[in-house]
T-cell receptor
């Protein structure tokens, strides 16, 4: 079973509009972290936002917010007021405790390609 | 701080050749990992390490070896390159807690002919 599922291979959004990128996850751990990364065409991985499994409030970082619905196991990224520079691949990732030794694995989704239209 | 560095940036190999992708970090992170990125597959974990002397397999470990003799360095070795290993390889590091984000290197683009 996929640990992280991103069902939108590609999306378009009009400049200055808001857009939601979907992410669902699967884990039996109580303690885990959810992350979103941006990968522009230049290839680097840029950290955007983090949500902890015990955080009761949705995370926000500037124009980025994470819509965390724990019961539904979803962690959608909301980008407000889209800009042309937001055009990129976006990856959702989960970090969970592997075992009692504390070894962890970080699992990535397959990504969503966002294109912002002028 | 240089962050996470990777060398080389690009490499072309012939089938059967071996090589080592270098990764180093200067943030004293205990957790380091290697990913490969293929079109439509996202990032898949190859190997990871939770500290010097401790490594473990990820999702796609076959054909790759790692070692971690120091906190700073985490090289990835391809023992006998195959065309299926053509990919972009990313090294990442972080502190070892669930809430810690990973910092990524710039990537190595590998082509195996």
């Amino acid at each position: 079973a996929q640990k992280i599922t991103q069902t939108q291979p590609g999306m378009f959004v009009q400049e200055k509009e808001a857009v939601t990128l979907d992410c669902t996850y699967d884990t039996s751990d109580q303690s885990y972290g959810l992350f979103w990364y941006k990968q522009p065409s230049s290839g680097e991985m840029i950290f955007l936002i983090y949500q902890g499994s015990y955080d009761e409030q949705n995370a926000t970082e500037g124009r980025y917010s994470l819509n965390f619905q724990k019961a539904r196991k979803s962690a959608n990224l909301v980008i407000s007021a889209s800009q042309l520079g937001d055009s990129a691949m976006y990856f959702c990732a989960m970090r969970e405790a592997e075992n009692s030794g504390g070894y962890q694995k970080v699992t990535f989704g397959t990504g969503t390609k966002l294109q912002v239209i002028p | 701080n240089a962050g996470v560095t990777q060398t080389p940036k690009f490499q072309v190999l012939k089938t059967g050749q071996s090589m080592t992708l270098q990764c180093a970090q200067d943030m004293n992170h205990e957790y380091m990992s290697w990913y490969r990125q293929d079109p439509g597959m996202g990032l898949r974990l190859i190997h990871y390490s939770v500290g010097a002397g401790i490594t473990d397999q990820g999702e796609v470990p076959n054909g790759y070896n790692v070692s971690r003799s120091t906190t700073e360095d985490f090289p990835l070795r391809l023992l006998s390159a195959a065309p299926s290993q053509t990919s972009v390889y990313f090294c990442a590091s972080s502190y070892g807690l669930v809430q810690e984000t990973q910092y990524f290197g710039p990537g190595t683009r590998l082509l195996v002919l």
